[in-house]
């Protein structure tokens, strides 16, 4: 089945730094990829998703990008700031339907420091 | 994007009790997933509720030990059964409309002692 490896675990950047997590998947058969942003205390929350005919994708400050040859996506933080502090997770789908179950990485404890 | 919310918050129970999760989503959904998410750990899927029909499980969940209901397009229940401690966890609901996009409820943090 659907494998997704993350990385880092844990990230520490300066206020104003970029941060980048990368996640890795095994099945070329996957089309979808959102990122899940996490809380202390809180469920998952949705903050950017890519699908398989997309290379990148930008909300403001945080962009994926997928490269479906390496089967690897990205998501790119720029201008840190402390309230990006979070755990980070990102998934993949394969399913044909709009309905998909996902398949999660391990997650990234991203710290922001002011 | 949906909204979703779920009682309890939080509970403590006593081992070899069962305890049911309801998930409630403030608009009609095609999916519902039921996760369990263990302290400083990703989100495994336990199974995918469908609307007028059995659950669907994953490998390792059972449903005599993880029942599930889906009544309508805006309500599931999960029922965690014969707890021990190994089921003390985050449970999580999460819903799916007309897109790929799912979205999470707020968990349901359980501790069984």
């Known amino acids: 089945g659907e494998n997704v490896e993350q990385h880092p675990s844990t990230l520490s950047v300066q206020e104003g730094d970029s941060a980048v997590i990368k996640c890795t998947y095994s099945?070329?058969?996957?089309?979808?990829f959102p990122w899940y942003k996490q809380e202390l205390g809180k469920g998952p929350q949705l903050i950017i998703d890519i699908r398989s005919n997309v290379g990148e994708k930008k909300d403001q400050r945080i962009a994926v990008t997928l490269n479906k040859t390496a089967k690897h996506f990205s998501l790119h933080i720029t201008e840190t700031q402390p309230e990006d502090s979070a755990v980070y997770f990102c998934?993949?789908?394969?399913?044909?339907?709009?309905?998909?179950?996902?398949?999660f990485g391990q997650g990234t404890t991203l710290q922001v420091k002011p | 994007s949906a909204v979703i919310s779920q009682k309890p918050s939080r509970d403590i129970c006593q081992r070899g009790t069962s305890l049911t999760i309801q998930c409630q989503v403030d608009?009609?959904?095609?999916?519902m997933f039921w996760y369990r998410q263990q302290p400083g750990q990703s989100l495994t899927l336990i199974a995918t509720?469908?609307?007028?029909?059995?659950?669907?499980?994953e490998s390792g969940f059972v449903i005599d030990k993880f029942p599930i209901s889906r009544p309508n397009l805006t309500f599931s229940t999960l029922t965690v059964s014969n707890m021990s401690p190994e089921d003390s966890s985050i449970y999580l609901c999460s819903a799916s409309g007309s897109s790929y996009e799912q979205y999470f409820g707020p968990g349901t943090r359980l501790t069984v002692t």
């Open positions: 608009s009609q959904v095609t999916m």
């Open positions: 099945d070329s058969a996957s089309n979808y």
């Open positions: 998934a993949a789908s394969k399913d044909s339907s709009n309905t998909g179950k996902l398949i």
């Open positions: 509720a469908n609307q007028g029909s059995e659950a669907t499980y």
